[in-house]
């Protein structure tokens, strides 16, 4: 099943809403810090690139990579 681009933002825009979550409380950034923080990774390229499939992962395995990338 092909997914629609509004289907694929919604799933992208979830896992970034709930990783922020996670930037808060792991590092106590504020919410424009959190999502600064995704929007100039290069795991939120990942992200939107549907050729990687990583927006098909959880929050969780995309967040275990963010932690990476930060430290």
Known sequence: M???KN???FIINNDVEQI???L???YGYSI???FGCIYNSEI???LTD????LYLQSPDYIYDY???EIK
Not at 50 to 53: E, V
């Open 50 to 53: 549907t050729n990687t499939g």
């Open 2 to 4: 092909k997914l629609t």
């Open 7 to 9: 289907q694929l933002q």
């Open 24 to 26: 808060r409380q792991d």
């Open 32 to 34: 424009i810090d959190a």
């Open 20 to 22: 922020v979550l996670y």
């Open 44 to 46: 939120y390229q990942k």
């Open 66 to 68: 963010l932690k990476e």
